[in-house]
């Protein structure tokens, strides 16, 4: 089929583009290097060097023989997005083209307004496209288990049916967000839900829990082909900052107590999961949410992990649990269900240590490209006050200056 890829830059966009056209689908990107540009501004450079869009594919095409079509622009402006669906006309759009980032989100009040407007009116654009072009088109957007939060009860798939007062109805999920870039992703959802039901468009939302590994599809060619690997505390996912960390002799830095527990999956079952919802689409009218991860661990998990992992490759990786700067439950129940994908054919990759080993090798390569400075974290949750160190300017953006 057709396939829009938005947000096709990034982490997950341009592996699932390479993904998606050696499975044979006719795939276009858009990407608008929002993340190149703030990764330059705050001087968090990814671990690998990435070439652009135009250079990966014309790659890409010399290495394989597949195609992928390049469209450099931004999605909140709808002329660009409405120009795009008239001329490729996509059977489905798979949307990764929202500010990623939970740190990033709570910076500043200029990268929440950001973060804001990005998320929720690209994601009202690629609707009106939609529906102005083909009602038909199936829209796959990423979403994200954080919209839950961590309930004392389970997590279901997407939807909650509740009996009050001898009356049953199904709603929504109820979401408790813990972050901005969180929020939106809850609030992004909310308008998709409203839109199937007013105009019968078509919709998979992908609950994702974070994402691990780099080694996927046509990277193993030419490094160069390996997408944007973040390992910094505002792009880095977490077990993604923990190998680096510990190629790199750092102490791993875990948040708090570490029982955090999060879902999670390796990348390549990220692929599998689009494919697999792109393959399996809706009916018309349908918000349908799967939860999309493979194993859950806690922080502790990870890092442990990770040691052992490393041990075997004669690294001395030590832990270090540093002041929580997120506002969240350390220690809590957590019991999401996730069998949606895995019924349409879901064949898991788990964390095993032979996984983790593979993927410290591969950062090894790397390793004189590691800053250290990346690392420890510098977003707080928490309003700082003003003080000596302070100024009232900090206070807003909530930079943990006076903990570093």
């Known amino acids: 089929m057709r396939v829009l890829i938005l947000g096709g830059d990034g982490y997950l966009g341009w592996p699932t583009a390479m993904h998606l056209s050696q499975k044979g689908h006719e795939v276009m990107v858009v990407d608008n290097y929002f993340r190149r540009k703030v990764c330059t501004e705050l001087n968090c450079e990814p671990l690998l060097p990435v070439p652009n869009l135009h250079q990966r594919t014309e790659l890409w095409r010399a290495l394989t023989g597949y195609s992928i079509r390049v469209e450099i622009g931004d999605v909140c402006h709808y002329p660009f997005i409405a120009r795009v669906f008239r001329e490729f006309a996509p059977e489905g759009v798979v949307h990764y083209a929202e500010q990623p980032s939970a740190p990033y989100s709570m910076l500043n009040r200029e990268a929440a307004a950001f973060t804001l407007i990005n998320n929720l009116v690209s994601t009202l654009n690629l609707i009106h496209a939609v529906a102005e072009t083909d009602p038909a088109c199936h829209i796959v957007k990423l979403g994200t288990m954080g919209v839950y939060g961590t309930p004392n009860i389970d997590i279901e798939e997407g939807y909650l049916e509740v009996e009050y007062k001898g009356r049953k109805h199904t709603f929504l999920y109820p979401k408790c967000p813990g972050s901005f870039y969180h929020l939106t992703k809850s609030q992004d959802g909310d308008m998709l839900y409203f839109y199937c039901r007013m105009w019968d468009i078509r919709v998979t939302d992908l609950n994702q829990g974070p994402v691990y590994g780099l080694e996927i599809n046509g990277s193993f060619l030419d490094d160069r082909l390996a997408p944007i690997f973040n390992y910094d505390a505002i792009f880095g996912t977490v077990l ?8 790199a002799g750092i102490p791993l830095t875990v948040y708090g107590k570490g029982g955090q527990t999060r879902g999670y999956l390796n990348i390549k079952d990220t692929l599998a999961c689009v494919e697999l919802a792109l393959l399996n689409p809706p009916s018309p009218g349908q918000y349908r949410v799967f939860n999309q991860f493979v194993e859950t661990f806690t922080v502790n998990d990870l890092a442990r992990k990770t040691q052992e992992a490393g041990k075997e490759l004669g690294l ?28 349409l054919g879901l064949k898991p990759h788990y964390l095993t240590t032979e996984t983790l080993i593979e993927m410290l ?26 003080g000596p160190q302070n100024s009232p300017g900090d206070v807003q953006a909530g930079l943990m200056l006076a903990s570093g």
């Open 316 to 343: 001395q990786v030590e832990i270090n649990h540093l002041p929580n700067p997120r506002k969240e439950a350390e220690e809590h129940y957590y019991n999401p269900t996730h069998t949606g994908l895995l019924s």
């Open 240 to 247: 993604n900052r923990f190998l680096v960390q510990a190629v």
């Open 361 to 386: 090798t591969l950062v090894q390569r790397y390793r004189d490209r590691i800053n250290p400075r990346h690392i420890l974290p510098e977003v707080s949750w928490r309003l700082v006050q003003p």
